[in-house]
């Protein structure tokens, strides 16, 4: 049974940092993609930031461009989410996300259709 569990969410004020963090358990290889996707109050999900199973690549919402950067830790299959400058617009609930099982290593998952698990998820609010 694969699992996430999500940590790192908090209140933050507008300019802080807040790094998330995602570990999964119950698949030990590296042949899926990862990632963080995002969801305020009263919007649908998306994307934030994904990564490529092999780590190479890497797309972000232009919104959080410059501002957040995602890694991922092969040998503690984990993932994670450095959010800098922070502002009220980045508050939402975050996912963390596993994709379907994969042999195009620099493949990026596209929108919710590509990730076959999810996590609980992790509150994240900006005050402004």
């Known amino acids: 049974q694969v699992q996430l569990v999500e940590s790192g969410g908090g209140l933050v004020q507008t300019g802080g940092s807040l790094r998330l963090s995602c570990a999964v358990s119950?698949?030990?290889?590296?042949?899926?993609?990862m990632g963080w996707f995002r969801q305020a109050p009263g919007k649908e999900r998306e994307l934030a930031a994904v990564i490529s199973a092999n780590g190479d690549s890497t797309r972000y919402a232009e919104s959080v461009k410059g501002r957040f950067t995602i890694s991922r830790d092969a040998a503690e299959n984990a993932v994670y989410l450095q959010m800098n400058s922070l502002k009220p617009e980045d508050t939402a609930v975050y996912y963390c996300?596993?994709?379907?099982?994969?042999?195009?290593?620099?493949?990026?998952?596209?929108?919710?259709?590509?990730?076959?698990?999810w996590g609980k998820g992790t509150l994240v609010t900006v005050s402004s």
């Open positions: 119950g698949r030990t290889s590296n042949t899926y993609a």
């Open positions: 996300a596993v994709g379907y099982r994969t042999y195009s290593y620099s493949a990026l998952p596209s929108d919710l259709r590509d990730i076959e698990y």
